[in-house]
């Protein structure tokens, strides 16, 4: 029973490549959220989706950031032309239901490095 | 504003000696009071987690006290060890609120434990 995976591990970009993350849920949920930690900080709410739906995509910065959660595979966080600071931890959780939060499970992240 | 003020930073502890943790939340709509502990390079997995109906929830060797006037929560970790040395993040969400389940997390406190 695999947890949430998340790919790749660690990303090097060079400022103004783009940068795709992947995140499998856990077998049977189908809401993921992701959320950002910059060094030394909290994780920052990001985007919530189900899916084929964003549902809450308030933290999302408005430009080059876009998020999908297909009806079939991984959900995908988009960073388009990044830049230095961008440079973070990048953490999706899932759960299997409306109102999961409580019950969510994240995964070990990506570490994306921007050069 | 939606957020939530975590002290200290950081956190010595003898072994055997309790860790405290405190938080501070102004949201009067947030209704689920979680704490994570995360691992070098790992994703943050959820260590226990209070509703504001009770004033005081423990599992084991950890314990959340809640005060809902005040607004605050703590974790205790008692005769903490050394395998207890982590990052530490205090959270809240409002979980009735569908839709709108993110968490809102504290800036986080490394705590180490010390022979």
């Known amino acids: 029973n695999a947890g949430v995976m998340q790919n790749p591990r660690h990303l090097v970009r060079r400022r103004g490549q783009e940068a795709r993350l992947r995140c499998s849920p856990m077998?049977?949920?189908?809401?993921v959220y992701w959320y950002r930690q910059l060094p030394e900080e909290g994780l920052k709410f990001m985007v919530y989706?189900?899916?084929?739906?964003?549902?809450?995509e308030s933290g999302m910065p408005k430009e080059r950031f876009s998020a999908e959660f297909p009806k079939e595979g991984p959900s995908i966080l988009r960073i388009q032309q990044v830049v230095r600071g961008d440079s973070a931890a990048y953490f999706c959780?899932?759960?299997?239901?409306?109102?999961?939060?409580?019950?969510?499970?994240f995964g070990q992240g990506t570490r994306l490095t921007v050069v | 504003q939606q957020q939530v003020k975590q002290s200290p930073q950081s956190l010595i502890v003898q072994k055997g000696g309790i860790s405290i943790i405190n938080c501070a939340y102004e949201n009067t709509a947030f209704d689920y009071f979680p704490w994570y502990q995360q691992f070098p390079g790992k994703g943050p997995a959820l260590l226990i987690a209070?509703?504001?109906?009770?004033s005081e929830k423990k599992e084991g060797r950890f314990t959340i006290s809640f005060n809902k006037s005040a607004k605050q929560f703590s974790l205790h970790i008692m005769d903490s060890q050394p395998g207890d040395s982590a990052t530490y993040f205090c959270a809240a969400a409002s979980v009735r609120n569908f839709g709108n389940e993110k968490l809102t997390f504290g800036t986080g406190t490394r705590l180490t434990i010390i022979p």
């Open positions: 989706l189900q899916k084929e739906n964003i549902i809450d």
């Open positions: 209070i509703r504001p109906d009770v």
């Open positions: 959780a899932s759960s299997f239901r409306t109102g999961g939060i409580a019950e969510a499970f």
């Open positions: 077998k049977g949920h189908s809401h």
